[in-house]
């Protein structure tokens, strides 16, 4: 069960002490981001509220509030607990269905973060697959039932990510991450319509171009994921972490170069947002 992890969480515009957190609170009907904190730093937070703007309109509705309030509490809760660095969720609870507005309750609280350790960037991670798939991947809406059982192959098993096949056995994204897989001096991923607009997802793409490696939107089959040099995935904590196995198949992905020229670009631009965000 999730709680928040720093002394002050965000409940519409109060500052509140975490002994007043309530996880059962935030059970039920969600629409929510999570954005990475680095020195102080909400990283892409712009991206984020665009994404959770279309979260809105995907359900019919719009912002109960506006983004620049939005950036008033985080900023405040960042301030509040000192400026430390780590993971925020936030999100609006809805009391029973998405038609009411006025009975959304906004949270902002610090969770539970898994960075990888040197180590799992260096020679990569475990994965495996799974047959799921979320009802609305462009929506960022708490999915508990997939989240539960991703969550039991997480504690029970030695891997760092769960990666999901639809029905028809093509590969999607990770639970929590995307994917994309390498060969020679391109990249595939599946087509954004079938998965969550990922905000690292989008960066890396960018990156890639920049690069002039080649990005191809596929849907990658099962059978094809031998076919590959290497695979990794992106998001929000991994940032861009090389896949050493799915499964039982095996890559080389830590040591392919496409991948370690990804990793180094993307940090740079990571280190460029939080120069220009603290200017």
Do not use: C, W
Request: hydrophobic letters at 40%; a neutral charge.
């Amino acid at each position: 069960m999730e709680k928040t992890i720093q002394p002050f969480f965000i409940y519409n515009d109060e500052i509140k002490d975490s002994n007043e957190f309530n996880k059962n609170l935030i059970q039920g009907l969600n629409i929510y981001e999570v954005i990475r904190v680095i020195k102080g730093v909400p990283l892409f937070l712009e991206d984020h509220l665009e994404r959770m703007e279309n979260s809105f309109k995907i359900t019919g509705l719009t912002l109960p509030i506006s983004t620049e309030r939005i950036i008033e509490r985080i900023n405040l809760l960042i301030s509040k607990n000192s400026y430390v660095d780590g993971n925020i969720k936030f999100l609006f609870k809805f009391e029973k269905n998405f038609n009411n507005l006025s009975k959304a309750t906004f949270y902002a609280y610090y969770i539970k973060h898994y960075y990888p350790t040197k180590d799992k960037v260096l020679f990569g991670v475990d994965t495996v697959l799974f047959e799921g798939t979320r009802d609305n991947p462009h929506a960022k809406i708490i999915d508990n039932n997939l989240r539960n059982k991703i969550n039991e192959i997480l504690m029970n098993s030695n891997v760092y990510e769960v990666i999901l096949l639809d029905r028809n056995a093509f590969i999607t994204e990770g639970s929590r991450s995307n994917l994309f897989f390498v060969k020679n001096n391109s990249l595939y991923t599946a087509p954004l319509a079938d998965v969550l607009p990922g905000i690292t997802r989008g960066y890396i793409i960018d990156i890639a171009k920049s690069l002039n490696y080649d990005v191809i939107e596929k849907p990658i089959h099962l059978n094809e994921l031998n076919m590959f040099d290497g695979v990794f995935l992106t998001g929000t904590s991994p940032k861009v972490l090389p896949i050493k196995t799915i499964d039982d198949i095996k890559y080389k992905s830590a040591n392919n170069e496409v991948i370690i020229n990804l990793i180094k670009k993307y940090d740079e631009v990571i280190k460029n947002y939080i120069y220009l965000q603290k200017k």
